[in-house]
């Protein structure tokens, strides 16, 4: 099984951990390739990571990627306009219109915890519809069971499993990230995979979920760079 974590950040972008700690712990840990993720700025911020990047998959030797997090609607939808730049977008959920829009947004990769700080799921069978409909994929994020206290954990969990439920129900893809903050935070792919058993998917689910899904939207991202790309369906045939 080749495992990837597509949502891990650093000290650039609110973390606490070097590219260089996150990239060699993941590859320990067993990693095949994980995506760091940063809040844009601007142009020159997006060239001095993808410089660093590179830098350092030669040196440790993993597959490393690029993503922005938009966190709210207008960084929404001025990555998504300018989406063949870099690797993946994610969109933090939480707030209903996030995580509404995030899922009729052909051009986002990850939904990040739609649950995140809410009493409910923060997702509906609508969402869910358009989710499947888009390809976008709703997130299981380790961190938030992780950094949450027993009562409060059992909520997450609780709505977490809703919409891994809702997901399978309507069809729309389910992925496993860690949303490390610190490369104390990674964890091996067979522990996401036997939480994410604990939460409502199948063992075959589960290493789905952190092998083929995340595979298929690094495929995704690298065609739609590609020259010959046009739009979401259509692209250059030779």
Same mark, same amino acid.
């Given at each position: 099984?080749?495992?990837?974590?597509?949502?891990?950040?650093?000290?650039?972008?609110?973390?606490?951990?070097?590219?260089?700690?996150?990239?060699?712990?993941?590859?320990?840990? !067993?990693?095949?390739?994980? @995506?760091?993720? $940063?809040?844009?700025?601007?142009?020159?911020?997006? =060239?001095?990571?993808?410089? +660093? #990047?590179?830098?350092?998959?030669?040196?440790?030797?993993?597959?490393?990627?690029?993503?922005?997090?938009?966190?709210?609607?207008?960084?929404?939808?001025?990555?998504?306009?300018?989406?063949?730049?870099?690797?993946?977008?994610?969109?933090?959920?939480?707030?209903?219109?996030?995580?509404?829009?995030?899922?009729?947004?052909?051009?986002?990769?990850?939904?990040?915890?739609?649950?995140?700080?809410?009493?409910?799921? !923060?997702?509906?069978?609508? @969402?869910?519809? $358009?989710?499947?409909?888009?390809?976008?994929?709703? =997130?299981?994020?380790?961190? +938030? #069971?992780?950094?949450?206290?027993?009562?409060?954990?059992?909520?997450?969990?609780?709505?977490?499993?809703?919409?891994?439920?809702?997901?399978?129900?309507?069809?729309?893809?389910?992925?496993?990230?860690?949303?490390?903050?610190?490369?104390?935070?990674?964890?091996?792919?067979?522990?996401?995979?036997?939480?994410?058993?604990?939460?409502?998917?199948?063992?075959?689910?589960?290493?789905?979920?952190?092998?083929?899904?995340?595979?298929?939207?690094?495929?995704?991202?690298?065609?739609?760079?590609?020259?010959?790309?046009?739009?979401?369906?259509?692209?250059?045939?030779?």
């Amino acid at each position: 099984m080749q495992a990837f974590d597509l949502h891990v950040h650093s000290a650039f972008s609110g973390g606490e951990s070097s590219l260089e700690e996150l990239a060699k712990t993941a590859k320990l840990l !067993g990693f095949r390739g994980i @995506c760091f993720v $940063f809040y844009y700025q601007d142009e020159r911020q997006k =060239e001095i990571l993808l410089a +660093e #990047i590179e830098r350092i998959r030669k040196e440790v030797g993993i597959d490393l990627y690029l993503g922005f997090e938009a966190r709210d609607l207008k960084e929404l939808k001025f990555l998504a306009k300018h989406r063949r730049s870099f690797d993946l977008l994610l969109a933090r959920g939480g707030e209903i219109e996030m995580n509404r829009e995030a899922c009729e947004t052909p051009e986002v990769d990850i939904l990040t915890h739609p649950e995140y700080q809410r009493n409910d799921s !923060g997702l509906d069978h609508v @969402c869910m519809k $358009f989710a499947a409909k888009n390809n976008v994929a709703i =997130e299981v994020n380790f961190r +938030e #069971i992780l950094i949450t206290n027993k009562k409060t954990r059992a909520m997450v969990m609780a709505n977490i499993a809703r919409n891994i439920k809702l997901a399978k129900k309507y069809h729309a893809s389910i992925i496993l990230c860690s949303g490390a903050i610190s490369h104390w935070e990674l964890r091996s792919p067979e522990c996401l995979v036997s939480m994410a058993c604990q939460l409502g998917l199948e063992l075959n689910e589960a290493k789905k979920a952190i092998s083929e899904v995340p595979k298929r939207i690094i495929e995704k991202a690298k065609e739609r760079r590609s020259e010959k790309w046009i739009m979401p369906g259509v692209k250059v045939l030779e």
